[in-house]
């Protein structure tokens, strides 16, 4: 008999490439790429074949906690932790509404890279507390990004997408598409532009990367000087008259001012400053201005490089300045059903002065508002879906401020390191076991959704998200009554276009209401959905948006000619309908215009023109006592951010290994296998070396998605890998986005000493043991 293939997605980064699976009990038992997901088509990568370790495992969470004082924590139900819970909040939104200060909880998190549906709720708490402090994941890698988009591009959603798929050229600069993906079926794209004589790629990285492999060119720059290469090659182009005078004159402003500054950069200077052959920056100048469409695909290799937004400016600068924009296989905006952040219009934080960017606070600044005597200080976080505690800068004081907070609830599938030091942990439902959706839709000329159906019912303990909020704004009394959320579910069922207008008549008799509008649809939208869809209810008030503001594309991608609620009923139908996924908007290139909020694109941006001028190769020579250059959190074959936490998931690096070169290793005595220490001002980690020769020479590589501790299998926990944020420092950071240089560490590498090395060697083979233990 064959056997059901069931339709859903990777979460493991954030392409989410579609999948079949095939289940045994509550397992995952076969793996393959989904051929009919419009996007994905069939792609899948070596992680996805191990999500069967995303289901139950030891650390999964499976009731409510509740802090001890002994710091030990202790199971409680539901109705206790979220009443507990709820009294808490509102005793201090009573105390933050008194005492005339901003509301003092802060939300972290929101959804990882393919766990979207809870992030709404989560956000409606933050509102309905009176919070603004937002702190996730993006805003310790794309806010500087966001504010370059904001400025030139009029909003801080114009978000940028790649044409890889129809470009001539690919400058792939401070990434590695070939480990950690980032656009759509990213190997067999780097490897049908390998294959074709027509189609090139440039590679800008330290380290010779797989990607770099692939490259028709290579830059090898140190660590830390995108900048002064950037610049140095759009003053080239400048000088060459490469500009494209008819895209500028058309569609851009600024043009002049940009030229006026780039004209003083000492080009030689900065070449030799980055350290790469005059020759083959100009091979590049040449293959840029050859090309007929270049594309530039950017990661975390400049957005936590040292002068990221600036990197981001000049990443900007390179494609606009050719014209490389606004047409097929170059770089275009793209469109979203729910943006996944906001546009912020200068608000600043009143404690560290830092922008929000996005509606996000730098995380980098997470544990300052926490940590200080000011009155509108942070004094309760509220965590979901994110582990802090691993993944910010500088581990020790973001555990700090966890612990000197009044109230810290984290909602997570596991017993994180967060979860550890939080007052309540309140367990969800994973993955597979609840509707689910990425909102990392960012595909352009045609844009696609999906939601994926539960596989698993929810592990017993566990609850949706949805379904925690409900219940605790239930508690909270900000739900109108039973019989007012029936007749509004009635409406939504009979007459669901004229849901918002009833619901907002109901609004105005219950104050607070608004700010929890995805709860009060969860509650009432959600049920009438089919097979118990009710948490991805608020994506139908997306639905709603969408149609208004952009028809036409929504009406193509449908092949539709309704108009207004209509249209966005049969969206969101449509998704509903779909397993494996929809187009939800197509457009032609033009019109990209349309996405554009200003008359034309600005160039000229005064503060990164600024920093540009001030630039000086002199003040950044590496510091001797830390002389080499760590990329804290590279990935790799088997890393996945801090979702899989078994370590037998890893079929490859188990002790998530320290790589650098044998004459690195050498210099300080050291061999493949050793264990070494890296130092910073920070703290000090002991890691397994590695050789990998494919590093530049002075660069280290320590990995991402490390560091979990996991129950040992004899009553105890033992860490797998490095803590890498135990060594990194919050404040070595971008000056106008907050975000960290985490490419770039500045470290010291020694021989460990005797007693480090047996502790590392013995809880290396306590892990060991863990994966020999564990089935699968
Ligand atoms: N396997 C795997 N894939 C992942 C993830 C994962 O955990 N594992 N995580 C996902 C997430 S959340 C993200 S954000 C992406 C990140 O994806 P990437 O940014 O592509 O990955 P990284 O390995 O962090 O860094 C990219 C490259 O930057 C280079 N680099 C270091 N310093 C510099 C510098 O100064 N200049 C330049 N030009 N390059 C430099 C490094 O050598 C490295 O090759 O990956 C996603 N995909
Ligand atoms: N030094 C250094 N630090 C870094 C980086 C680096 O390169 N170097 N990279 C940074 C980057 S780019 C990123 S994106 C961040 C990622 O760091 P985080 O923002 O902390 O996110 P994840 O590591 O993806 O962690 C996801 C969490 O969500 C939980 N989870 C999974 N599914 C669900 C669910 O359905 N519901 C709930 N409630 N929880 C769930 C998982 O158990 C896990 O605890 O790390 C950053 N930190
Ligand atoms: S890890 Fe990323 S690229 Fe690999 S299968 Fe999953 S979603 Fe696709
Ligand atoms: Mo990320």
């Known amino acids: 008999m064959p056997a059901d293939w069931h339709k859903t997605a990777c979460s493991l980064c954030y392409l989410n490439c579609g999948l079949e699976v095939q289940i045994e009990d509550r397992s995952i038992t076969r793996v393959r790429g989904d051929k009919q997901h419009p996007r994905s088509q069939g792609y899948l990568c070596q992680k996805a074949q191990r999500l069967t370790f995303l289901g139950d495992h030891d650390d999964r969470l499976t009731t409510p906690l509740r802090r001890r004082p002994d710091g030990t924590h202790e199971p409680i139900d539901w109705d206790t932790a979220l009443s507990e819970i709820a009294g808490r909040l ?122 770099a492999q692939a490259a028709e060119l290579h830059l090898a720059l140190r660590p830390g000087t995108d900048a002064y290469l950037l610049a140095a090659m759009i003053a080239m182009i400048i000088e060459r008259n490469g500009q494209d005078a008819e895209f500028l004159a058309a569609r851009t402003e600024g043009f002049a001012e940009v030229a006026e500054v780039l004209a003083r950069v000492p080009v030689d200077a900065w070449i030799a400053h980055a350290e790469v052959e005059r020759a083959d920056v100009e091979r590049a100048v040449d293959m840029i201005l050859d090309a007929r469409a270049m594309t530039v695909r950017v990661e975390l290799g400049i957005q936590q490089g040292r002068h990221s937004t600036l990197n981001s400016y000049l990443e900007k ?121 990425t909102l990392f839709d960012f595909e352009w000329p045609t844009n696609y959704f999906q939601v994926r159906r539960p596989l698993f019912e929810p592990l017993a303990g566990t609850l949706v998200e949805a379904e ?27 007459d669901r276009t004229n849901l918002l207008r009833r619901a907002g008549e109901v609004m105005s008799d219950h104050p607070g209401l608004a700010e929890i509008v995805p709860v009060l649809l969860y509650s009432t939208l959600g049920a009438t959905l089919p097979d118990g869809a009710a948490s991805i209810a608020p994506l139908w008030a997306g639905c709603q948006r969408l149609a208004g503001r952009m028809t036409t594309p929504l009406q193509r991608a449908l092949g539709s000619d309704s108009t207004g609620p209509e249209l966005g009923n049969e969206l969101f139908d449509r998704i509903l309908a779909s397993p494996s996924g929809t187009p939800f908007s197509r457009h032609t290139h033009d019109e990209v215009w349309e996405l554009v909020k200003r008359e034309r694109v600005q160039l000229a941006v005064p503060e990164l023109l600024e920093w540009l001028d001030r630039l000086d190769p002199d003040a950044e020579r590496p510091d001797p006592q830390y002389p080499f250059s760590l990329v804290s959190g590279q990935r790799r074959s088997h890393n996945a951010n801090q979702i899989l936490r078994p370590p037998a998931w890893r079929k490859t690096d188990l002790d998530g290994a320290l790589r650098a070169r044998s004459a690195d290793l050498a210099s300080i005595g050291a061999d493949n296998g050793d264990w070494v220490a890296v130092a910073t001002r920070t703290g000090r980690i002991v890691v397994r070396a590695e050789v990998d020769e494919s590093m530049r020479a002075m660069q280290l590589a320590l990995p991402h998605g490390f560091g979990m501790s996991v129950p040992d299998g004899q009553g105890g926990r033992v860490v797998n890998g490095p803590r890498i944020n135990l060594i990194t420092d919050a404040a070595d950071r971008d000056p106008i986005a907050g975000t960290p240089h985490h490419k770039d560490v500045p470290v010291l590498l020694e021989p460990a000493t005797a007693a480090e090395r047996e502790l590392a060697e013995r809880d290396s083979l306590r892990v060991r043991e863990v994966v020999a233990a564990t089935k699968g």
Not at 476 to 487: Q, Y
């Open 90 to 211: 509102t005793a201090l939104r009573d105390a933050d509404r008194a005492a005339g200060r901003p509301g003092s909880l802060a939300y972290v998190g929101g959804g990882g890279q393919g766990n979207h549906s809870g992030g709404g709720y989560g956000k409606a708490l933050l509102s309905w507390m009176g919070g603004t402090r937002y702190f996730n994941a993006l805003s310790q890698e794309k806010t500087g990004d966001f504010w370059v988009n904001g400025r030139m591009f009029g909003d801080q959603t114009c978000h940028t997408a790649e044409g890889v798929e129809e470009c001539d050229l690919l400058v792939v600069l401070g990434c590695n598409p070939w480990l950690a993906h980032g656009f759509s079926n990213a190997r067999s794209a780097l490897n049908t532009i390998k294959n074709d004589p027509a189609r090139k790629m440039i590679v800008v990285d330290p380290r010779r990367t797989e990607t």
């Open 317 to 437: 600068l390179l494609y606009l300045v050719t014209g490389n924009f606004g047409r097929a296989g170059t770089n275009n905006l793209h469109t979203w059903l729910l943006p996944l952040w906001g546009n912020s219009r200068g608000q600043r934080s009143e404690i560290t002065g830092f922008e929000y960017i996005g509606g996000l606070l730098p995380t980098n600044t997470m544990a300052e508002e926490v940590l200080t005597d000011h009155p509108h200080r942070i004094r309760a976080l509220w965590v979901e879906s994110s582990n802090p505690a691993n993944t910010y800068a500088d581990t020790a004081r973001v555990e700090e401020a966890i612990r000197a907070c009044e109230l810290s609830v984290v909602v997570d599938v596991a017993y994180t390191e967060t979860a550890a030091l939080a007052d309540y942990v309140l367990p969800a439902a994973a993955q597979h076991e609840k509707w689910e959706f």
């Open 468 to 494: 925690i909020y409900a219940r605790l704004f239930e508690m909270l009394g900000v739900l109108p009554d039973a019989a007012t959320l029936a007749e509004l579910t009635e409406t939504a069922r009979s």
